[in-house]
């Protein structure tokens, strides 16, 4: 069975340029989810996708970040513009209904 | 505020011992607990998963406890190996809904 695959591994641009990342999850996981891990910390929620519906983005920053998962299957999250405090890495998971997750290798972003 | 506090961010231990982590939580009553293992420049990998109404859990050389009146769990990895040396993510479901919260994570360190 195939993980879950994410695109890029790493990127680095400037603060205030624009990136996007790609996920892709398990084969038949409904639900989707994109974490940001800063360094030395553990993961934390962005946005929770239910098939292509959005189940909770409480926690992402609306004026910068945006996320979707168009088909119900694979995920695009971008930042516009980002900051220095976007420096991390971004984590993309998905579950069945058994509840616990299975994640991606992530996207190790550098913003100077 | 809802917290959860792993109870060191290092520990080193003597191969062969066993390795003892704390996950303490406050203001949260979850359905179940979760613990993710995490290597340098990888995703998390999900361990064990024990409900609110479970004492304990074993996976071979695991072992799970989960109190919900002292609102702590304890991980403990016997007979420990340099191969089990790793981040330790402690997470829990708030209310069923799936949607994880992490702790910061204990970083183990066995020495041969």
């Known amino acids: 069975e195939a993980g879950v695959a994410q695109s890029p591994r790493y990127k680095i641009i400037e603060k205030r340029q624009s990136v996007a990342f790609w996920c892709n999850p398990i084969?038949?996981?409904?639900?989707l989810y994109w974490y940001q891990q800063i360094l030395g910390q553990g993961p934390k929620l962005l946005i929770q996708f239910q098939n292509n519906g959005v189940v909770d983005d409480s926690q992402l920053p609306k004026d910068r970040f945006s996320a979707e998962r168009l088909k119900g299957v694979d995920s695009t999250l971008k930042i516009q513009p980002a900051k220095l405090e976007d420096s991390a890495v971004y984590l993309c998971?998905?579950?069945?209904?058994?509840?616990?997750?299975?994640f991606g290798e992530g996207s190790r972003l550098t913003v100077l | 505020s809802q917290k959860i506090e792993q109870n060191s961010e290092a520990l080193n231990i003597q191969e062969g011992k066993t390795a003892t982590l704390t996950c303490n939580y406050t203001?949260?009553?979850?359905?179940?607990l979760q613990w993710y293992r995490q290597d340098p420049g990888r995703g998390p990998v999900f361990l064990l998963l024990?409900?609110?109404?479970?004492k304990e859990k074993r996976k071979e050389r695991l072992k799970v406890t989960f109190d919900t009146t002292l609102k702590q769990s304890l991980f403990h990895i016997t007979a420990s190996q340099p191969a089990d040396s790793a981040t330790y993510l402690c997470a829990l479901d708030g209310a069923g809904s799936y949607q994880l919260t992490f702790g910061k994570g204990t970083k183990l360190s066995v020495i041969p």
């Open positions: 203001n949260y009553s979850p359905a179940y």
């Open positions: 084969s038949g996981h409904a639900t």
């Open positions: 998971a998905s579950s069945s209904l058994a509840g616990e997750l299975f």
């Open positions: 024990i409900r609110e109404n479970e």
